[in-house]
């Protein structure tokens, strides 16, 4: 049976107020923001944002956060609030970039070709918009190195726009795919902002996952210099996923005393730490369980949501797996063990627990097996995985350590870390 509204009208498959291709997609493909939620980060990002125009304050930001965290929403957020004070934005994703600049050039001169075509892609973006004609090329046809600042200053001035933004987004591409090294970037970066001194209505933005962070900041003297503040993206909070899935819920249900419906406490529980509280798997999970269950049910319960979690994921779970049995050199029993974890949908799971879901769950290994059988392979698999994770050899336990929590005193409990949920969304969005 369909959902229904709070006046009991039967909520079409339209209506998902999720996004399948993640959150930032929301921004990217759509007029309108009714399928996006404001956390408390945009919202004060946002007017920060605001106010430093307002005030003709230099806006100069570095967005740090991991893939899936809303990097690219909060570039596309920060572009409107451009467009709103009639001004113009630029959006540089390198990702595009990338491999025409490999195929263009030998690695010792990607460098300079990088720049070439971020100027050129500038100028496209400008034409386009009619801010400039196709005889402003001469600008920079015969440009050398020397003067390019002076040519990217001169193409965004004759736009005649007082707020003028660059964002380049997906920085993280030119390191893991061209030989550019970082404090090069860097520099670059410097030498713009500084020539965007003279004009508070121009501003830089600038995206990078959390890999380089570290990185990025032993060469941070430079970014301090061009003023540059540095904002770090965080997976939301437990009560934070439930504001989420409420405001997305409601937006469709008007239903003001029961948000979370058409799904049930539990299932905020469950998104929440499959998802570890990245805002693209909270918004993909979310995606999958509303438009898999609503031909059926009228609202979705737990077990609802982790057949279909694990029937979505399983796949690709065990395929994560099976890797890293080859590589930490564990048994097929505990390699069953990681899987029906995963069916558990993260939760904290006892032998017990975990021979309770055998009965119901759609890993092939316990199949035809009783249940002693089932039970006595977990316990050698609990034994296995308990060894590991208690070995005195520091390198592999600190690597063991990464997917898998073990909690208390017999019975012990397990749990699989979110970097596991993680790499295995990572796989799926991949294929």
Excluded at 53 to 60: E, G, H, S, T, W
Excluded at 211 to 225: D, P
Aim: aromatic share 12%; charged share 25%; hydrophobic share 40%.
């Amino acid at each position: 049976m369909p959902y229904q509204d709070v006046n009991g009208n039967e909520i079409s498959s339209a209506q998902n107020p999720y996004v399948i291709s993640g959150a930032a997609a929301s921004v990217i493909d759509q007029k309108d923001n009714s399928k996006l939620v404001y956390t408390q980060f945009i919202k004060d990002l946002l007017a920060e944002v605001k106010q430093s125009i307002k005030i003709r304050r230099p806006i100069n930001l570095f967005l740090v956060g991991e893939y899936g965290y809303g990097k690219t929403t909060l570039l596309n957020l920060i572009a409107q609030e451009f467009d709103n004070t009639s001004g113009v934005c630029i959006s540089i994703k390198f990702q595009e970039i990338v491999t025409p600049v490999a195929a263009s050039s030998t690695p010792d001169k990607h460098f300079e070709s990088l720049l070439g075509a971020i100027l050129l892609k500038i100028y496209d973006d400008l034409v386009k918009k009619g801010l400039l004609t196709k005889s402003d090329r001469i600008l920079f046809e015969e440009t050398e190195f020397i003067n390019l600042f002076d040519t990217f200053f001169e193409l965004l001035k004759r736009t005649q726009k007082y707020h003028i933004l660059i964002a380049f987004d997906e920085v993280e591409a030119l390191f893991s795919n061209l030989s550019i090294e970082i404090a090069y970037f860097l520099s670059f970066l410097q030498s713009l902002s500084e020539k965007f001194l003279s004009r508070p209505g121009w501003a830089l933005c600038v995206s990078v996952t959390e890999e380089y962070y570290s990185a990025i900041m032993s060469e941070a003297r430079q970014l301090q210099e061009g003023r540059f503040n540095f904002k770090i993206l965080k997976s939301l909070r437990p009560s934070e996923v439930k504001d989420y899935i409420e405001t997305k819920n409601s937006s469709v249900t008007l239903n003001p005393n029961n948000k979370i419906y058409p799904f049930e406490d539990e299932v905020i529980d469950f998104v929440a730490v499959v998802s570890g509280g990245v805002p693209r798997f909270v918004e993909t999970i979310c995606q999958l369980i509303w438009a898999e269950a609503e031909s059926l049910l009228q609202s979705v319960s737990l077990e609802t949501a982790r057949r279909i979690f694990s029937n979505s994921y399983r796949v690709y779970a065990e395929a994560y797996f099976s890797e890293l049995k080859e590589v930490h050199k564990f048994s097929v029993e505990a390699e069953a063990f990681f899987n029906i974890l995963f069916y558990s949908g993260g939760r904290k799971q006892s032998i017990q627990d975990l021979l309770l879901l055998t009965q119901s769950c759609p890993i092939e290994y316990f199949y035809g097996l009783s249940e002693k059988e089932v039970e006595y392979r977990l316990k050698k698999a609990d034994k296995e995985i308990k060894n590991k994770l208690e070995t005195k050899n520091e390198s592999e336990i600190n690597e063991f350590n990464k997917y898998i929590d073990l909690f208390g005193k017999r019975p012990y409990r397990y749990t699989l870390k979110n970097l596991v949920f993680e790499q295995i969304f990572k796989s799926r969005e991949r294929l």
